[in-house]
Protein backbone atom coordinates (compact mmCIF):
# COMPACT_ATOMS: atom_id res chain seq x y z
CA UNK A 1 0.00 0.00 0.00
CA UNK A 2 1.47 3.70 -0.96
CA UNK A 3 2.41 5.42 2.14
CA UNK A 4 0.33 8.01 1.61
CA UNK A 5 -2.77 6.70 1.11
CA UNK A 6 -1.98 4.51 4.62
CA UNK A 7 -1.57 8.04 6.15
CA UNK A 8 -4.91 9.36 4.83
CA UNK A 9 -6.44 5.60 6.01
CA UNK A 10 -4.79 6.99 9.10
CA UNK A 11 -6.26 10.33 9.42
CA UNK A 12 -9.78 9.65 8.68
CA UNK A 13 -9.72 6.33 11.45
CA UNK A 14 -8.54 9.19 13.52
CA UNK A 15 -11.26 11.46 12.46
CA UNK A 16 -14.29 8.74 13.56
CA UNK A 17 -12.47 7.94 16.53
CA UNK A 18 -11.09 10.99 17.92
CA UNK A 19 -10.22 9.90 21.62
CA UNK A 20 -8.59 7.03 20.35
CA UNK A 21 -6.63 8.86 17.61
CA UNK A 22 -2.88 8.16 19.08
CA UNK A 23 -3.97 4.72 20.57
CA UNK A 24 -1.41 1.69 20.06
CA UNK A 25 -1.57 -0.76 22.37
CA UNK A 26 -4.30 0.91 25.00
CA UNK A 27 -7.19 2.72 24.40
CA UNK A 28 -10.71 3.74 25.47
CA UNK A 29 -13.56 2.15 24.18
CA UNK A 30 -16.06 5.30 22.88
CA UNK A 31 -19.25 4.62 21.03
CA UNK A 32 -17.03 5.44 17.43
CA UNK A 33 -14.62 2.81 17.86
CA UNK A 34 -14.86 -0.69 15.98
CA UNK A 35 -15.41 -2.69 19.16
CA UNK A 36 -18.30 -0.95 21.34
CA UNK A 37 -20.93 -3.87 21.79
CA UNK A 38 -18.61 -6.52 20.69
CA UNK A 39 -17.57 -9.43 23.05
CA UNK A 40 -14.23 -10.11 24.61
CA UNK A 41 -12.69 -13.05 23.50
CA UNK A 42 -10.89 -13.37 27.20
CA UNK A 43 -14.16 -12.65 30.07
CA UNK A 44 -17.01 -12.97 27.48
CA UNK A 45 -18.67 -9.35 28.26
CA UNK A 46 -19.26 -6.68 25.93
CA UNK A 47 -17.27 -3.48 25.60
CA UNK A 48 -18.93 -0.75 27.50
CA UNK A 49 -18.19 3.21 26.66
CA UNK A 50 -15.35 4.05 28.52
CA UNK A 51 -13.98 0.54 29.13
CA UNK A 52 -10.42 0.70 28.98
CA UNK A 53 -9.17 -2.03 26.85
CA UNK A 54 -5.60 -3.74 25.04
CA UNK A 55 -5.19 -3.52 21.78
CA UNK A 56 -3.45 -6.47 19.90
CA UNK A 57 -2.64 -8.47 17.07
CA UNK A 58 -3.60 -12.25 16.95
CA UNK A 59 -1.10 -14.91 15.62
CA UNK A 60 -2.71 -14.83 12.34
CA UNK A 61 -2.34 -10.91 12.14
CA UNK A 62 -6.05 -10.36 12.82
CA UNK A 63 -6.83 -6.65 15.92
CA UNK A 64 -7.69 -8.36 19.12
CA UNK A 65 -9.16 -6.29 22.19
CA UNK A 66 -9.50 -7.07 25.93
CA UNK A 67 -10.44 -5.54 28.80
CA UNK A 68 -8.17 -3.46 30.85
CA UNK A 69 -10.25 -3.78 33.97
CA UNK A 70 -8.41 -5.95 36.70
CA UNK A 71 -12.32 -6.96 37.66
CA UNK A 72 -12.63 -9.40 34.67
CA UNK A 73 -9.36 -10.29 34.61
CA UNK A 74 -8.77 -10.18 30.59
CA UNK A 75 -4.94 -8.58 30.82
CA UNK A 76 -4.34 -8.14 34.32
CA UNK A 77 -6.06 -9.66 37.67
CA UNK A 78 -6.92 -7.61 40.90
CA UNK A 79 -4.47 -9.47 43.86
CA UNK A 80 -6.99 -7.86 46.22
CA UNK A 81 -11.15 -7.67 46.50
CA UNK A 82 -11.67 -3.75 45.00
CA UNK A 83 -13.80 -2.62 48.00
CA UNK A 84 -11.12 -0.99 50.38
CA UNK A 85 -12.05 1.28 53.34
CA UNK A 86 -12.11 4.18 51.04
CA UNK A 87 -14.56 2.98 48.69
CA UNK A 88 -17.02 2.28 51.45
CA UNK A 89 -16.35 5.33 53.45
CA UNK A 90 -17.39 7.20 50.47
CA UNK A 91 -20.43 4.83 50.15
CA UNK A 92 -21.23 5.31 53.03
CA UNK A 93 -21.20 9.22 53.02
CA UNK A 94 -23.27 9.35 49.63
CA UNK A 95 -26.02 6.90 51.06
CA UNK A 96 -26.21 9.52 54.23
CA UNK A 97 -26.47 12.61 52.06
CA UNK A 98 -28.76 10.62 49.27
CA UNK A 99 -30.41 7.24 51.29
CA UNK A 100 -31.89 4.54 49.11
CA UNK A 101 -35.28 3.44 49.82
CA UNK A 102 -35.95 1.44 52.86
CA UNK A 103 -36.84 -2.07 51.02
CA UNK A 104 -34.07 -1.75 48.75
CA UNK A 105 -31.42 -4.46 48.83
CA UNK A 106 -27.88 -3.07 47.44
CA UNK A 107 -25.46 -5.97 46.70
CA UNK A 108 -22.10 -6.08 45.63
CA UNK A 109 -21.34 -8.75 43.61
CA UNK A 110 -18.83 -11.37 43.90
CA UNK A 111 -17.27 -13.95 40.85
CA UNK A 112 -19.47 -16.56 41.01
CA UNK A 113 -22.58 -14.88 42.35
CA UNK A 114 -25.63 -16.45 40.92
CA UNK A 115 -26.81 -12.99 39.80
CA UNK A 116 -24.03 -12.70 37.40
CA UNK A 117 -25.55 -15.57 35.21
CA UNK A 118 -23.68 -17.91 33.69
CA UNK A 119 -24.03 -17.70 29.37
CA UNK A 120 -25.82 -15.71 28.29
CA UNK A 121 -24.90 -13.29 31.30
CA UNK A 122 -27.61 -12.21 33.41
CA UNK A 123 -28.23 -8.24 32.31
CA UNK A 124 -28.90 -5.08 34.27
CA UNK A 125 -32.63 -4.43 33.77
CA UNK A 126 -32.50 -0.87 32.64
CA UNK A 127 -29.23 -0.63 30.71
CA UNK A 128 -29.07 -3.99 29.26
CA UNK A 129 -25.56 -4.64 29.93
CA UNK A 130 -24.37 -7.82 31.45
CA UNK A 131 -23.71 -7.46 34.95
CA UNK A 132 -20.62 -8.50 36.26
CA UNK A 133 -18.45 -9.01 38.67
CA UNK A 134 -17.58 -6.22 41.97
CA UNK A 135 -20.52 -4.07 40.23
CA UNK A 136 -23.03 -2.87 42.91
CA UNK A 137 -26.66 -3.93 42.27
CA UNK A 138 -30.12 -3.42 43.85
CA UNK A 139 -32.04 -6.90 44.07
CA UNK A 140 -35.98 -6.32 42.67
CA UNK A 141 -37.87 -5.23 45.55
CA UNK A 142 -40.89 -7.50 44.62
CA UNK A 143 -39.88 -9.68 47.22
CA UNK A 144 -41.12 -12.70 44.92
CA UNK A 145 -37.80 -14.42 43.82
CA UNK A 146 -37.43 -12.89 40.76
CA UNK A 147 -33.76 -12.01 40.99
CA UNK A 148 -33.86 -9.44 38.72
CA UNK A 149 -30.98 -6.67 39.50
CA UNK A 150 -30.38 -3.58 38.57
CA UNK A 151 -26.87 -1.40 38.65
CA UNK A 152 -26.47 0.78 41.94
CA UNK A 153 -22.61 1.61 41.30
CA UNK A 154 -21.96 5.09 42.56
CA UNK A 155 -17.84 4.41 41.84
CA UNK A 156 -18.29 3.02 38.57
CA UNK A 157 -21.18 5.77 37.16
CA UNK A 158 -23.46 3.16 36.71
CA UNK A 159 -27.11 5.27 37.94
CA UNK A 160 -29.27 2.85 36.11
CA UNK A 161 -31.44 2.42 39.76
CA UNK A 162 -31.32 5.74 40.75
CA UNK A 163 -32.48 6.65 37.03
CA UNK A 164 -35.45 3.64 36.88
CA UNK A 165 -36.74 4.70 40.05
CA UNK A 166 -36.80 8.59 39.23
CA UNK A 167 -39.05 7.71 36.33
CA UNK A 168 -41.90 5.93 38.04
CA UNK A 169 -44.54 7.41 40.35
CA UNK A 170 -45.31 3.47 41.86
CA UNK A 171 -42.43 0.36 42.63
CA UNK A 172 -42.89 -2.00 40.10
CA UNK A 173 -41.13 -5.42 39.98
CA UNK A 174 -38.36 -5.29 37.57
CA UNK A 175 -38.99 -8.26 35.83
CA UNK A 176 -42.66 -8.43 35.25
CA UNK A 177 -43.31 -4.79 35.91
CA UNK A 178 -45.89 -5.94 38.33
CA UNK A 179 -46.92 -2.52 40.54
CA UNK A 180 -46.11 -3.30 43.95
CA UNK A 181 -47.40 0.04 45.29
CA UNK A 182 -47.20 3.85 45.37
CA UNK A 183 -43.87 5.69 46.44
Known amino acids: MNDGVARFEAAVQAGLDPKNADA?????????CDWVGLVCPQCRHKFRRD???KLDVDADGRPTVRHLDPDLGCVN???LPPTG?????????VRAEDPIDADVRVLRLEPG?????????RP????????????????CPCGRG???AIHYDLDRG???YERWKNSLKTAHCLLTKQELGSR
Request: charged fraction near 30%; charge should be negative.
Open 51 to 53: DPV
Open 124 to 139: CRRCRFPLRPYESVVV
Open 113 to 121: DELLGDDPR
Open 146 to 148: CSA
Open 24 to 32: VTEAVTTTD
Open 158 to 160: LLC
Open 85 to 93: EAVLRLLAA
Open 77 to 79: SRA
